[in-house]
């Protein structure tokens, strides 16, 4: 190994030992985890840089395997075992992939409902032009387009003091107007060529020759 790869690895090794702030027998998985996603959310670092990282953390992790003599030596001096093994969690594919920013992971989706119709309704009020004189008995001036575009549409961009002006009219809070809704969705796959799934045209549909008969 070239001794420039063992200085990078060294201050690599250094830069997580500063983060986690503890002996490397008391390192967890987790906390690779959350250092990797510090730099990839602060720094924006690469998938690839922050592999590069992850491996440097666990080629130096065997150092608290048992047969270096550590736990022993951590019993008599600090009063604690170094955590076994931890090499054999980070790095792992169940480990660090949120960190990491793994390809193929879990994205999350998150929609919303504008509830404004239904909510207007539960207090009597049916039509967008009985609501245009409420909001102006509040400050707020809006044309009878815009209101009725605000009650039978979901409005992509809503401003601060007409929301706080439907609460007081409606007497209701934001989330009884807006109704938020987060899922995990799994990423989509595509269908690998040659698989049993994709279908060869050339082979399953041939064209017919076309016969021409003369009129009777």
């Not at 027998?25 to 592999?51: C, F, I, K, N, Y």
């Not at 102006?136 to 601060?160: D, F, N």
């Amino acid at each position: 190994m070239a001794f420039s790869t063992i200085e990078g690895r060294e201050k690599v090794v250094r830069a997580f030992a500063r983060h986690a702030d503890a002996f490397p027998w008391a390192w967890l998985p987790q906390m690779v985890d959350e250092w990797l996603g510090d730099l990839r959310s602060v720094r924006h670092l690469r998938r690839s840089t922050l592999r590069n990282y992850q491996g440097s953390v666990r080629s130096f992790c065997p150092i608290t395997d048992p047969a270096y003599g550590w736990a022993a030596t951590c019993e008599e001096r600090f009063g604690a075992h170094p955590h076994p093994h931890p090499a054999q969690s980070i790095g792992r594919d169940d480990a660090g992939r949120s960190a990491a920013g793994e390809e193929g992971s879990m994205k999350r989706q998150v929609s919303y409902q504008w509830r404004l119709r239904e909510v207007m309704a539960t207090r009597g009020i049916f039509a967008a032009s009985d609501l245009s004189p409420l909001l102006a008995e509040r400050g707020i001036e809006l044309s009878s387009v815009q209101v009725w575009r605000l009650v039978t549409q979901t409005p992509e961009r809503l401003s601060l003091p007409v929301l706080a002006a439907l609460c007081d009219i409606l007497d209701v809070t934001p989330t009884d107007l807006i109704a938020t809704r987060a899922e995990n969705v799994a990423p989509r796959r595509t269908a690998a060529s040659g698989g049993a799934d994709v279908v060869d045209l050339t082979s399953t549909i041939r064209p017919k020759r076309a016969r021409i008969t003369p009129d009777s």
